[in-house]
């Protein structure tokens, strides 16, 4: 049981090489309405295994209303999500990430008054489903050592010793964006959606990100769905793109191709 | 229709006083983010004021209602805004709630303290101020209404136009909008917010006033129970207006009045469902809004978006423990455990084994709010209804005698656990299936919404399922019996506090186990909680139906230990408001919080009612003692835990830096050990009490305290602390201190001289003279001045020599002050009172059990005082031994200061 090689990491690419065709993720013609607006309009995205993809738009696009969509704190009038094959879209937040959808938030919401470790144990105690209330009854819901191990393992992979029993309202805002991170990978998911990790990041931090994240997909072969404003990390990263204006994609495909649309600069990148 | 406006008619003038009190409880929410559940005790003062000036001091009406309502009601808004509310504008919600609870608990007694516990009869009217006869009957195209309640719908209407006008044509109006959003941005924005929430607690504790005023004459009655209902109403009809629509509100307070009235007509009056239904029907109204509006739930509490800059809150105390103190707590600790239940079921007097247990009982109740606040992080203020419920169902399983007591008991237990399990299902689960026909997510009822809702569930238990026949058994309840094997009080005690034992250690277990680390997770970020994949829903049942039942267990025991379960005397639903207020000032995360708690509410009550004093003093001291809570949320037990903790890591610390100066033989000359000191200072007491307990065990039986032989004992330590005072006092004051502390200390022994005067010429001290009464005096007063006057001088010593953090400060003086004080009052009330009472004269009394309130300040004055002592001794040695690269450690500072920025 190691982070570095989860034990699906291996399952989960031989069945995206059996089924090319089946995506991971895939949003089918989702619409949602607030009050007369429509804020998402028949959109479609699909996110394969091992795949980083990303979500961009200007600020009211619709973007963090899709993303709630997947993650279901909202409810999409018409229109499907399905997971891994079946569909999604009436169960609710935490069985969506039992299945294996694990998501950072762009304000943080972080635990206030628990420490990095605390975070993680939590998170990899509700993963193993082994907590039982006649256990803490009995007191015999402390850590585990293999917690504990992968707790450690994690905290070094973030490099968030120095920091690991440190309530995290002492820690800045880089370190606590690690610590959002490392507890979405905790979950051991199969598809981590990242909800603009580098706003309020200075350029350091931001790259010192992408590159752990970069590292961290790689050797799982994760899928990411990322939002994000900063095109720099986003070209550093993806290569899927999606676009979306007005609550509608209108452009899809190859990074390269996305932004040399024409639309796009109009839209997004602020061309005439 | 003509149904509906005789309904409208007479419904109406309740309605305007509602509305009144809901929009002052709008206005101070929008303004001040307070709930001010006390606008009912505030009324109930005004009231009061009124009756007391015009009835009984004839006063002319139209001065008594200046007076009451346009005087004393803004001044008491001021008070409160200035003193307290004020500063907790930024807090959390829960800091507010308990505030305003524990005022909502402490004002009405207080009145009751001054003008009398009797309601008042026949209420003054105010229908001549605006010259209407008091007798005079309208009537409004053949439907009748009587100058009162004409007169409070005229009033309602004038106080209601003046505020529109004042919120459509004065900048103040619009003020009072922003700064519902952010004090703090306002501020940046240039606007005194600090004037804008004054302004609004002085108009709404008016309104406050004028309701009081108006209702009285409308019940016929000056009574506070009928304030207490106020509020459900006024609360109530501020739902209506979602607690931010001043409008809507005043068409709620109009709707609840009309309502009240127009439901015996509905319902008809024959039925049982009938008369129970309709005293409920706010309560009703109140819970059906919070369950099934969810407009109401989805809006935000009002919290302060720059709350986040805030340093975070201190770690629990026990996590400041070093290796070596953890060891010595795991020793200790069963051994004095052990060392208790010993000497309960041996040499402690009855009396006391049955007032402990009684204590014990009571903690099994609080354990439960532990659960439910300390976990979970919401406040619920129907636990007394949930350990109604158990005990209730537990007296009527062993009623018959055919179910042992024990199971009763956790039959009890479990229908409690049942009924909190099902309360969640109705305001969670509910709304949940209707928001999933209608595809909206449901926001879980939380915060200060799910207060509210848990008080409205809590009086309609009271007022309506405790009342029927079938459950209670009618008016004097059940009579209930102690299992066979602990109809002793000793065999009771060891049950009881083997049952909390138990208790204590699940809720320990739970708070470290999983369960205690998903409610932490959910308290943090209920999204995220989600996102890892933790069942919020699930976890709610849990906590629910786990703190409902230990509550149902407590209650079980209570009944048990009183013999009767009645109605409304055993668990009354306001007992549940005091209950919470008393464990979340002490502290709610741990079991030593809850136990303190209870100790606390049985002893304290106790003591007053063995002094002769009102037990409701009790009362308004736990009700103002919650003022504390804002300033340490963790409370109070935890934090001088955490005081204590971080003290005796600072002391050991200090010895070894001592340590390693005297073995280079730089130690200087005023370095003092503690021990020293505080040996010398506690030899008098301590070996008095040796005295005492060897010749009552030689004569088998307590001796009683001769006056000669105490101060033989006692005298030279105090002597000895005297000087100590005196000489440390001159020698801070050379190195640094306020230069002209000697005028202070002269001043002390003046008043002292003077005090001991006045305690002679009053003949408070029996058989004193005076050159007796001045000798003790002059020295109290001394201590009195030095009590702070040397962690002043210590401070400011600090403070020159550019130290950032102070090893003492003034503050550190006001516990045996005020135990100074009260020594004083005992005094005073020993005198006054007669001598066969408890407390008459002590000092020719025996000692416990007797004697034993003055035993017991006794005892805790001498632990204050020799904890003074030690601690000034400290500050000073720090003083002797640091300066140049001394400074405090990290962990002395009270947090990291680093924040979140969001």
Known sequence: MSLITPANAESSMTESSMSESTALLEVDNVTKHFAGISALTNVNLSVSAGEMVGLIGPNGAGKTTLFNCILGSLRPEIGDIYFNGTSISSLPIHKRSRLGIGRTFQRLELFAGMTVRDHFIVTERCRNGSGRLWKDLLNRSQPTTEERALCDEMIALLGLELEADRPVESLSLGRCRLVELGRALMTQ????????????????????????????????????LLVEHDVEMVQSLVTQLYVLDFGTVIAAGEMGAVFGDANVRRAYLGDT | ???????????????????????????????????????????????????????????????????????????????????LFRYMRTASWQVKLITALGLLLALPELVRLFFGAQPGEAPPSIAPLIGIDQLKVFNLGGYFISADRMTAVIFTVIAVVLLGLMFRFTSVGLQMRAVVESPRMVELAGVDADRVSMTSWMLSSTLAGLAGVLLAPLYFVLDGNVYTLLIIAAIAAAAVGRFVSIPFTLLGGLFLGVGERALPDIVGTSSSFAQDIRPSFPFLVLFGLLVFWPKLREQRVVSDPLSGVDP???????????????RMTRIAFPVFMGGFVLLMMTVVSPLWVTRLTDAFALAVVFLSITIFTGLGGQISLAQAAFAAFGGFAMANVAEDGNVPALIALLIGALVAAIVGALFVLFIDGLPALIGRWRRRPVVRL???????????????????????EEISRGEYGIAVSRPEFAQGDREWFLLVFAIFAVVAFMVIFIRKGTVGRYLSALRGSESAAASIGINATSLRIILFSLSAGIAGLGGGLIGMAQGQVEPTATYPALFGVVWVVLVVTLGARTVDGAVNAAIGFVVIQWLFEALGLPTTIAIIGFGFGAITYARHPEGIVEFQTRRSILAAARGRMLKSRANELSNTGDLPSTYRPVWHVVLLVLAGPALYLFYILIRSAVQGH??????????????????????????????????????????????????????????????????????????????AGVAAVGFFLLPVHANRIALGRGWLASPISWLEGRTPFGFLLFGAFLFFRSSVTDASSATGSFIDHGFPPSGWPVFLITAILVVVWVQWVARVQGAVNELAIGGEGFEPPEEWATQPSEAIES
């Open chain 2, 312 to 326: 975070p809150p201190p770690a629990m105390a026990h996590e400041y423990k070093d290796a070596n103190m953890v």
């Open chain 2, 446 to 468: 939380a915060g200060l919404y799910l207060s509210l809702a848990t008080l409205a569930f809590a009086l309609m238990a009271e007022k309506v399922i405790f009342r029927r």
């Open chain 2, 702 to 779: 307590w001796v009683a305290v001769h006056s000669t032989t105490l101060l033989v004992f006692v005298v030279p330590s105090l002597i000895f602390a005297l000087g100590w005072i005196l000489v440390t006092e001159r020698r801070l004051r050379k190195s640094g201190g306020l230069a002209n502390g000697g005028f202070f200390l002269i001043g002390g022994a003046v008043v002292g001289a003077l005090g001991g005067w006045l305690f002679y010429s009053q003949s408070w001290v029996p058989r004193g003279s005076i050159s007796d009464c001045v000798l003790v005096g002059i020295p």
């Open chain 2, 1 to 83: 229709m003509a149904q509906f406006i005789q309904w409208l008619i007479e419904g109406a003038p309740i309605g305007c006083v509602y509305a009144l009190v809901a929009v002052g409880l709008v206005l101070t929410y929008k303004t001040s983010g307070v709930f001010n559940l006390a606008f009912s005790a505030q009324a109930f003062a005004s009231g009061a004021v009124f009756y007391q000036t015009v009835i009984n001091n004839k006063w002319p009406l139209w001065l008594g209602f200046v007076f009451s309502v346009l005087i004393f009601s803004p001044l008491l808004g001021l008070l409160l805004d200035r003193a």
């Open chain 1, 189 to 224: 998911p199969k598809l981590l959606l990242l909800d603009e990790p580098s706003s309020g990041l200075d350029v350091k931090e931001t790259a010192a990100l992408a590159d752990k994240l970069r590292r961290v997909q790689q050797v799982n072969n994760l899928s990411v």
